[in-house]
């Protein structure tokens, strides 16, 4: 029998604050990992918003002082340090997948969709939080514009209602 060649895919999993991200990181090593001899990679990416230096809530513009930008640049920081430890703890019991960070800046469906274009992702892995009609409407969704424009399949992993308010998982 000839031996298969293994073919290594780049697997990208959004992560975010939400446990629906570490619900479909964990989803993803158990289901599309299947090979102990894979050569797989999980490119775990974290899209950390720019963050809002002007006011433009009615009335006149206000520039927020260095100091309050500062402090809103290193927790901006400390959260996105905060999701990758977490899904990097995920990763550290499967020593076959090859684990490679990125976070981007910006609106997270600019980023995600500009970074499985630019490695040439084979999957996009995405969490959904779930949301109804009206709140998606409003704040739109970010696996449903993925999903609309990036050239590889994305998988969209909804954790089950049993899971929805067990922290723990």
Same mark, same amino acid.
């Given at each position: 029998?000839?031996?298969?060649?293994?073919?290594e895919?780049?697997?990208?999993?959004?992560?975010?604050?939400?446990e629906?991200?570490?619900?479909?990181?964990?989803?993803?090593?158990?289901?599309?990992?299947?090979?102990?001899?894979?050569?797989?990679?999980?490119?775990?990416?974290?899209?950390?918003?720019?963050? *809002?230096? +002007?006011?433009?809530?009615?009335?006149?513009?206000?520039?927020?002082?260095s &100091? #309050? !930008?500062?402090?809103?640049e290193?927790?901006?920081k400390?959260v996105?340090?905060?999701?990758?430890?977490?899904?990097?703890?995920?990763?550290?019991?499967? *020593?076959n +997948?090859k684990?490679?960070i990125?976070?981007?800046?910006?609106?997270?469906? &600019? #980023? !995600?969709?500009?970074?499985?274009?630019?490695i040439?992702?084979?999957?996009l892995?995405?969490?959904?939080?779930?949301?109804?009609?009206i709140?998606?409407?409003?704040?739109?969704?970010?696996?449903?514009?993925?999903?609309?424009?990036?050239?590889?399949p #994305?998988?969209?992993?909804?954790?089950?209602?049993?899971?929805?308010?067990?922290?723990?998982?």
């Amino acid at each position: 029998m000839a031996d298969i060649e293994v073919q290594e895919r780049k697997i990208v999993v959004a992560i975010d604050e939400g446990e629906e991200s570490i619900y479909a990181l964990t989803w993803a090593i158990k289901n599309i990992l299947v090979s102990q001899n894979s050569n797989d990679t999980i490119l775990l990416l974290y899209a950390k918003p720019h963050p *809002q230096l +002007v006011s433009t809530l009615d009335g006149p513009e206000y520039l927020f002082s260095s &100091d #309050v !930008i500062i402090s809103m640049e290193k927790y901006s920081k400390d959260v996105a340090d905060c999701v990758i430890e977490k899904a990097k703890r995920v990763c550290k019991d499967h *020593q076959n +997948v090859k684990v490679e960070i990125r976070v981007g800046e910006g609106d997270p469906r &600019d #980023v !995600i969709c500009d970074v499985v274009e630019k490695i040439g992702a084979d999957i996009l892995v995405m969490g959904t939080h779930g949301y109804g009609m009206i709140k998606r409407a409003l704040l739109g969704s970010v696996s449903t514009h993925c999903a609309q424009n990036v050239k590889c399949p #994305v998988l969209i992993v909804r954790r089950p209602k049993s899971e929805v308010g067990n922290k723990s998982s």
